[in-house]
């Protein structure tokens, strides 16, 4: 029997893969370091700070920051990680120490990628601040991404709309409706300015009890909020793209600031598409919490909640208890949710 040949986008994605394994491998060649037992001192709990491609900054019980390797038997380490650590006797290529254990996680924040399935980028989260701007305009689509991840991940989410000195008043009105959509649902929202100052006081209040995170596109000022909480911090900050609308990657590495007024903020990179092609459809649907009351009250069990009669969802959309926007960014997730698992059984069919 013959072999079948390889298409040429076959072969490209093979040769691909080949060099990220190649680039990976030599990574860890660099880096790695061999501790042995008596170059460490005595285990010590700790968290992580900082996350960077090979390395992780943690944070001991005296708040010294301290740079270590990774045991190569560790599945992830994020920030937010509670870790066991210990320190090595000497500084070995710049690094003082290595992370041996990563104890359970109260939660964790993922994000999809193509190859790698699903990627942790942060743990131990206790609400999660959805940053958005007012420009190119606001997207109650990308607010119903992000909440959907909430939801699934049973954190908590605050709707945050920043650069609110931009608006004008009528645009000013027209946001306020669209916030009005959410907190009709039970999430909390907030407008504010970093530049203004507008209800910065009340935005750091909510941030003084226990480990925030923000997540949000690009551009939309997650930098600028930084400088503004923690001046001394100065993170790096980028200009949304005249050409695009998209801003520029400002943060390269997860981070854990420590607030003045108490409590935790985690700054990851920008995340420009938060996919969902990891969850399964009802994952989703469960994702929007004003359907959940209905669920299961449809007249046939596989109801699509689209055109199905008896659909308890479309009646509720109907009697205004359920937001028809809302309602139609559902139908818009599900269908690309369909197509995106459909486009990566292509890529993954050999």
């Known amino acids: 029997m013959s072999k079948r040949k390889l298409t040429q986008n076959q072969q490209r994605r093979i040769q691909s893969n080949n060099a990220k394994t190649l680039h990976r491998h030599q990574r860890r060649s660099k880096s790695d370091i061999d501790w042995q037992e008596d170059m460490l001192g005595n285990s010590q709990d700790g968290i992580v700070v900082t996350r960077y491609a090979a390395h992780a900054d943690v944070e001991n019980e005296q708040g010294e920051i301290i740079r270590c390797n990774l045991r190569r038997t560790l599945k992830s380490v994020v920030v937010g990680d509670h870790v066991v650590w210990r320190k090595g006797k000497a500084q070995l290529q710049g690094v003082s120490g290595v992370i041996e254990a990563v104890q359970p996680r109260q939660n964790e924040i ?23 701007a007012v420009l190119p305009s606001l997207s109650l689509n990308i607010i119903d991404r992000y909440l959907v991840v909430c939801e699934s991940s049973n954190i ?40 203004s100052g507008e209800n910065m006081e009340k935005f750091t209040a909510l941030l003084s009890q226990g480990t925030s995170i923000f997540v949000g596109q690009s551009g939309v000022g997650k930098s600028s909020l930084i400088n503004h909480i923690l001046p001394e911090v100065q993170a790096q900050t980028g200009d949304v793209s005249q050409v695009s609308g998209l801003g520029q990657h400002t943060t390269t590495s997860s981070r854990l600031y420590h607030l003045p007024q108490g409590g935790n903020l985690i700054d990851s990179p920008g995340i420009r598409e938060f996919g969902l092609w990891h969850l399964e459809q009802d994952q989703i649907t469960k994702g929007y919490r004003e359907f959940q009351y209905f669920l299961g009250t449809c007249k046939f069990r596989d109801c699509k909640h689209l055109h199905d009669p008896g659909c308890a969802i479309q009646l509720a959309v109907e009697e205004g208890k359920i937001h028809p926007l809302r309602f ?14 459909s486009k990566r059984h292509f890529i993954s069919e050999p």
């Open 110 to 132: 993922a994000r999809p990628d193509y190859y790698n399935g699903l990627k942790p980028i942060a743990a131990n989260i206790d609400r999660i601040i959805i940053v958005l």
């Open 156 to 195: 908590p989410a605050i709707i945050v709309v920043n650069k609110a000195d931009l608006l004008t008043l009528e645009d000013r009105e027209e946001v306020e409706q669209q916030l009005e959509i959410y907190q009709k649902i039970g999430y909390e929202t907030l407008l504010i300015s970093a530049k």
């Open 328 to 341: 139609e960014n559902y139908h818009r997730l599900i269908a690309s949710l369909a197509e995106t698992k």
